[in-house]
């Protein structure tokens, strides 16, 4: 698999229910950060977890980093309709370059 | 928020032009990036730019790809001469420091080759 794969690709869920996605990568990083994509638009930033942490809340959204398994998750609770969108993890490498590589993503929809 | 802006939000040309893709940055923002998705695929970083001068490059950013940062606030992408194959969003990106800082996307420009 390459640098940030994320999965599922794709997650329905009702509305009220929690989502989580998962996010696998390979190389040392500096941090990992989480954006959403609505169709065919600009990408926005979640939340930024460095590697030296564990656990990062912000509102509904809970990101958990495991570099030792090189893995991420984002929990989205109590979901909104408006949640839906795809979500994409980037990691940032150890090596002091600002890169972002991004996986494919997962599409969330949320069904009122 | 601060926002960054790009322009046009839709370009279409045909293959073999030259187009230019425009970025307004954060103001107080140091370094630049572009990235560029193609339709149903991930973002893929093209090139990063700091103190006047390319940081790193990926290797989809051959010689027919230029960044420049003509004045204190536009920061372009220069795409020579185009091929069917460079169809996709580009998204102009920008931060305040290096890589323990979030970058900040703008809303895309999507680049219809003909």
């Known amino acids: 698999s390459q640098q940030g794969e994320e999965d599922p690709q794709a997650l329905s869920i009702q509305e009220g229910e929690n989502a989580t996605m998962n996010c696998s990568y390979k190389t040392s990083i500096n941090n990992l950060q989480w954006y959403r994509q609505n169709s065919g638009r600009g990408l926005v930033h979640l939340i930024l977890i460095r590697s030296n942490e564990r656990e990062k809340h912000s509102g509904r959204l809970r990101v958990t980093l495991d570099t030792s398994k090189k893995s991420s998750s984002l929990l989205i609770t109590a979901s909104r309709a408006a949640d839906t969108a795809s979500y994409f993890c980037?990691?940032?490498?150890?090596?002091?370059?600002?890169?972002?590589?991004f996986g494919k993503g997962t599409m969330l929809l949320v069904s009122p | 928020e601060p926002e960054v802006t790009q322009t046009p939000s839709h370009q279409v040309t045909q293959m073999g032009q030259e187009v230019i893709l425009r970025c307004v940055p954060i103001s107080n923002h140091l370094y630049f990036y572009w990235y560029r998705q193609i339709l149903g695929q991930k973002v893929e970083f093209l090139v990063s730019?700091?103190?006047?001068?390319?940081?790193?490059k990926s290797e989809i950013f051959d010689d027919q790809f230029s960044v420049e940062r003509p004045d204190g606030s536009n920061f372009t992408l220069k795409i020579r001469s185009t091929k069917l194959e460079d169809s996709a969003m580009y998204f102009c990106?920008?931060?305040?420091?290096?890589?323990?800082?979030?970058?900040?996307f703008g809303p895309g420009t999507r680049l219809t080759v003909t």
């Open positions: 730019f700091y103190n006047n001068e390319i940081s790193e």
């Open positions: 990106a920008s931060s305040p420091g290096l890589a323990v800082s979030r970058q900040y």
């Open positions: 980037a990691t940032v490498p150890f090596s002091g370059y600002s890169t972002l590589t």
